[in-house]
């Protein structure tokens, strides 16, 4: 069916956007028998989640570890909410938890596993005095209704400081509690944090062998074993309004459809745009101003090979944790995060046949979208270059028969005097080196349609989903829940809010 085949019919439900949120509320809609569509604009589902092909190799975008992990049969979870209301057996989702991550900043490091307690005996290793201070943090965001979605939103920072005085621990748990889902600048809201807190470190991390893929065809199958249409390459031009309604939908390709209702997975500033009731420059004040870059290396060995044996690396190198946009250069080279997706228990026989690094950090949007063609891979290139250099200051030396080898020949054979440098990892792993590629915040406007290309979307939430049109409603990263497991539970949430209740 294409675009023009559709003018003129009526859904019960049009979802815009084919990324976790809009297929999970797809899914759960087609299971209580409504007629549904998914219109996306891309040719590919997953959204801010998603992957592509190059040379043949698959690349995954947006997954550096599916957050929320809990083990079979654990009961009272995200994880476990999301599948019972999709009807999807655990075993589906072939999650193999993480080996273990940290949190490196100058002069201190915390590990974390899937396994809450060892996190809490490294922050009373490193921070002796902080220690009943941050169990009482723990215990706190444990029993917080973060899930309230008519919680009036409150400083993070704040809440925290009221139990944790030294700044470098504040800093150093904000560090992957906001990389993994802050839309907002310096701060976050207290409920987000408690949300993104339980996944990471309550929680935990997990990934399947094939990465996002495993998990995007898995929605893709179900809702299209309920009937469910999705069509792709289908953008939304306008949404037309009437008494206070969204009267009907015009696609890019001119066709009108309509809907008793609406769910958009757009972000609320694009989908208030797509209103044309609304000004052009509607909700100019919510536009997110956080983007992200991020490089991807694939290697003719695996990431043990050459020492490194982490999981996921949350990083800052400056004397305080920055979190906000860059204004005065392409990328931010003092945070980010580091993620190896070989580094999960995946299983006897079970393992990636190439090893990958992939760093992410800060960038801004504006200046990576003034650059001509020939500038932009330039400074693709040249960014390459310097996050892989503050990444190999953070990780050991490579080493490995080859490495040995080399610095023992570099020595002539006195291995024992072979003294590690920046440039010589640099030159051992360019040697193993078999494929790269980068993405920046132009790569993310283009695929997620986000301004500024916000990945977290805009700072203020908006829980209910609610907006000024009676039928018309956020799900998604705007509506506030993040993460994969996040995503899907908001299109759940609104899909049973707004749709489902009362039927």
């Given at each position: 069916?294409?675009?023009?085949?559709?003018?003129?019919?009526?859904?019960?439900?049009?979802?815009i956007?084919?990324?976790?949120a809009?297929?999970?509320?797809?899914i759960?809609?087609?299971?209580?028998?409504?007629?549904v569509?998914?219109?996306?604009?891309?040719?590919?589902?997953?959204?801010?989640?998603?992957?592509?092909?190059?040379?043949?190799?698959?690349?995954?975008?947006?997954?550096?570890?599916?957050?929320?992990?809990?083990?079979?049969?654990?009961?009272?979870?995200?994880?476990?909410?999301?599948?019972?209301?999709?009807?999807?057996?655990?075993?589906?989702?072939?999650?193999?938890?993480q080996?273990?991550?940290?949190?490196?900043?100058?002069?201190?490091?915390?590990?974390?596993?899937?396994d809450?307690?060892?996190?809490?005996?490294e922050?009373?290793?490193?921070f002796?005095?902080?220690?009943?201070?941050?169990?009482?943090?723990?215990?706190?965001?444990?029993?917080?209704?973060?899930f309230?979605?008519?919680a009036?939103?409150?400083?993070?920072?704040?809440?925290?400081?009221?139990?944790?005085s030294?700044?470098?621990l504040?800093d150093?748990?904000?560090?992957?509690?906001?990389?993994?889902?802050?839309?907002?600048?310096?701060?976050m809201?207290?409920?987000?944090?408690?949300?993104?807190?339980?996944?990471?470190?309550?929680?935990?991390f997990?990934?399947?062998?094939?990465?996002?893929?495993?998990?995007?065809?898995?929605l893709?199958?179900?809702y299209?074993?309920?009937?469910?249409?999705?069509?792709?390459?289908c953008?939304?031009?306008?949404?037309?309004t009437?008494g206070?309604?969204?009267?009907?939908i015009?696609?890019?390709?001119?066709?009108?459809?309509?809907?008793?209702?609406?769910?958009?997975?757009a972000?609320?500033?694009?989908?208030?745009?797509?209103?044309?009731?609304?000004?052009?420059?509607a909700?100019?004040?919510?536009?997110?101003?956080?983007?992200f870059?991020?490089?991807?290396?694939?290697?003719?060995?695996?990431?043990?090979?050459?020492?490194?044996?982490?999981?996921?690396?949350?990083?800052?190198?400056?004397?305080?944790?920055r979190?906000a946009r860059?204004?005065?250069?392409?990328?931010?080279?003092?945070?980010?995060?580091?993620?190896?997706?070989?580094?999960?228990?995946?299983?006897?026989?079970?393992?990636?046949?190439?090893g990958?690094?992939?760093?992410?950090?800060?960038?801004?949007?504006?200046?990576?979208?003034?650059?001509?063609?020939?500038?932009?891979?330039?400074?693709?290139?040249?960014?390459?270059?310097?996050?892989?250099?503050?990444?190999?200051?953070?990780?050991?030396?490579?080493?490995?028969?080859?490495?040995?080898?080399?610095?023992?020949?570099?020595?002539?054979?006195?291995l024992?005097t072979?003294?590690?440098?920046?440039?010589?990892?640099i030159?051992i792993?360019?040697?193993?080196?078999?494929?790269?590629?980068?993405?920046?915040p132009?790569t993310?406007?283009k695929?997620?349609?986000?301004?500024?290309?916000?990945?977290?979307?805009?700072?203020?939430?908006?829980?209910?989903?609610?907006?000024?049109?009676?039928?018309?409603y956020?799900?998604?990263?705007?509506?506030?829940?993040?993460?994969?497991?996040?995503?899907?539970l908001?299109?759940?949430?609104?899909?049973?809010?707004?749709?489902?209740?009362g039927?």
């Amino acid at each position: 069916m294409k675009p023009n085949d559709l003018d003129n019919q009526h859904f019960e439900t049009v979802i815009i956007g084919a990324g976790m949120a809009g297929l999970a509320a797809g899914i759960r809609l087609a299971l209580a028998g409504k007629n549904v569509i998914i219109l996306e604009r891309h040719n590919a589902s997953g959204g801010l989640n998603s992957f592509y092909s190059q040379a043949g190799r698959k690349f995954d975008v947006g997954l550096h570890a599916m957050t929320n992990y809990v083990p079979k049969g654990t009961k009272g979870t995200p994880l476990t909410k999301l599948l019972r209301q999709l009807r999807i057996p655990y075993d589906a989702l072939d999650l193999c938890p993480q080996n273990g991550s940290r949190i490196a900043f100058p002069g201190c490091d915390l590990g974390f596993t899937n396994d809450f307690s060892f996190f809490e005996s490294e922050v009373a290793r490193a921070f002796p005095k902080q220690i009943d201070s941050f169990r009482a943090l723990a215990e706190e965001v444990r029993t917080l209704d973060a899930f309230n979605l008519g919680a009036i939103p409150t400083s993070a920072r704040e809440a925290v400081q009221r139990h944790i005085s030294d700044p470098l621990l504040e800093d150093m748990i904000f560090c992957p509690v906001m990389y993994y889902g802050s839309a907002e600048e310096h701060d976050m809201d207290y409920g987000q944090f408690a949300i993104m807190f339980r996944s990471l470190f309550f929680e935990g991390f997990a990934r399947p062998l094939d990465g996002v893929r495993v998990i995007i065809k898995l929605l893709q199958d179900k809702y299209r074993s309920l009937g469910g249409i999705r069509k792709m390459k289908c953008g939304i031009q306008k949404i037309h309004t009437s008494g206070g309604k969204a009267s009907a939908i015009e696609l890019d390709s001119g066709a009108t459809i309509t809907a008793d209702i609406i769910i958009s997975t757009a972000g609320a500033v694009e989908t208030a745009r797509l209103c044309e009731d609304q000004p052009a420059d509607a909700e100019a004040d919510n536009i997110g101003q956080l983007s992200f870059t991020e490089t991807i290396t694939a290697f003719d060995q695996q990431p043990t090979d050459f020492g490194w044996n982490d999981t996921i690396i949350f990083f800052n190198t400056a004397e305080r944790f920055r979190y906000a946009r860059v204004d005065d250069a392409l990328v931010d080279p003092t945070s980010g995060v580091i993620c190896f997706p070989n580094n999960y228990q995946y299983g006897e026989g079970r393992q990636l046949d190439e090893g990958f690094l992939r760093v992410t950090a800060m960038a801004n949007h504006d200046k990576w979208c003034e650059l001509d063609e020939e500038d932009y891979l330039a400074q693709k290139a040249y960014w390459y270059d310097e996050l892989q250099k503050v990444t190999l200051g953070l990780l050991p030396h490579p080493k490995g028969r080859d490495v040995c080898h080399q610095a023992s020949a570099a020595n002539d054979g006195r291995l024992e005097t072979a003294v590690p440098t920046l440039q010589s990892a640099i030159d051992i792993i360019a040697q193993h080196r078999i494929a790269s590629d980068m993405f920046t915040p132009r790569t993310v406007r283009k695929y997620t349609g986000h301004l500024n290309g916000a990945i977290y979307g805009a700072p203020n939430k908006i829980k209910d989903g609610r907006t000024h049109l009676d039928n018309l409603y956020l799900a998604g990263t705007d509506q506030g829940f993040l993460g994969i497991v996040g995503a899907m539970l908001s299109g759940i949430s609104m899909a049973n809010l707004h749709v489902l209740q009362g039927d």
